[in-house]
Each structure stands twice: as C-alpha cells, then as structure tokens.
C-alpha cells in the first residue's frame, strides 16, 4: 500500500499520512494517526476534497494534471504541504535531479565516445565534448540544490541551446528525443517555483 507522510510545520515530525491501493483505490487520510477521511474514487480524488482537522484548519487533495505532468496536491490553509507535489522544495528537488540526471547520461556518452570509438557515436550526434556537458551539469546540479536560481537558468538555458545545435548541426534527427526534452525542461523550469517568495 503507498504511504506518504508529510510535516504540517517545517521541522516537525510528519503528523499527516495519505495512504491508498492500486489505482487509487481506498484513499485515506489521517492526522496523528488517525483517520479523518477518505475519498471514496478516483473522480473524487480528481475534483479534490477538503478535510476538517481538530484546530479547524483545512486539508485539500486532488489528484491533479499540471499541464504536462500528473501530481498529488496536498495543502494546508491552501498553502502546499512541505515534501508535496507542489510544495517550493519538491520542484526544486525535480529541477537538480533531471540536471544531475542529464549530467550522468552526457558522463556516459562521452566515455563511451573516449573509450568505444567502435560505436560511432558521432552519426547519432554525440563525442568527447559530452564528457565537458556532463562536468558542467554536475556544477549546475550542485549550485541549484544550494538554492542558485542563476545556475537553474543556466541548465535550462544549455540544455536548450545544445538542442538547437543538435537539430541544425549534427546528423541528428530533428525530431529525435523532441519530447523527453521538453519534459526535462518543463520539469526544470517548475524548479523556479522556489524561489517566488525569495
């Protein structure tokens, strides 16, 4: 059964749990352990529901679509929960993790391009200077999980121009990876969500 658990204050112990079957099925919330609802389907879940906790302040859940991406939201007062889909946190979470994602996949190319000539990688349109992506993504990584908003713009911003150069200049095809790159920077981009309130 997929549990997850969650801090109402930031620094406190996790005091509300989610908890549902397959497919969504018996949904249910508790506080402090015990159980103050549960949203009986999956339509329920995609309209949201609010919960009722005893200091009379509001939960809401929705299982919801966010332009390209599925995600629970869960909040507080209508403010995110801390560790939510959609909490600050958790998008800058995503954000350095398909950076550091993208930096393990150009390490590994360029060291099979160094070390596998064989492979011919160059018809597919990548080399060694991979291996230069890979060490700058890795510096990119590590600056936006210490919070550089600068250095998550500058990922994106990489990333992007490396896929122009790649449609207009290698043997590449045009549309080749078209979709997984948009989602990479939609999901980097979400990162930017932490620092509203900065």
């Known amino acids: 059964m997929p549990t997850r658990l969650f801090s109402l204050k ?36 995609n309209t949201g529901k609010e919960f009722l906790l005893p ?9 919801q679509r966010n332009k390209m991406q599925y995600q629970l939201v869960v909040l507080h007062n209508g403010q995110p929960v801390s560790g939510s889909d959609t909490s600050p946190e958790m998008r800058l979470k995503t954000a350095y993790g398909v ?4 930096a393990i996949c150009n390490l590994v190319i ?6 596998a000539p064989s492979l ?7 080399g060694q200077y991979n291996l230069i992506f890979g060490i700058a993504y890795v510096l990119l990584g590590f ?5 550089s908003k600068f250095a998550l713009g500058l990922a994106i911003g ?18 080749s ?16 969500e932490a620092f509203k309130n900065k």
């Not at 990688?121 to 990548?126: N, P, R, S, T």
């Not at 896929?163 to 095809?173: D, G, M």
């Not at 990876?177 to 981009?189: K, S």
């Open 10 to 45: 930031s620094g406190e112990p996790p005091s509300l749990e989610v908890s549902w079957h397959g497919f969504w099925r018996d949904f249910t919330v508790k506080f402090q352990g015990q159980t103050i609802g549960t949203i009986d389907s999956r339509a329920e879940l």
């Open 120 to 126: 011919d990688l160059a018809q597919y349109g990548f």
């Open 55 to 63: 200091d009379r302040s509001k939960i809401f859940i929705q299982w």
């Open 110 to 115: 360029g060291f099979l391009a160094l070390f």
């Open 99 to 102: 950076i550091f994602f993208i």
């Open 177 to 192: 990876g078209m979709v997984m790159r948009i989602i990479f920077i939609f999901a980097m981009a979400q990162g930017f």
């Open 158 to 175: 990489i990333f992007a121009i490396d896929w122009v150069v790649a449609i207009f200049i290698s043997n590449a095809a045009p549309a």
């Open 143 to 147: 600056n936006v999980k210490q919070g």
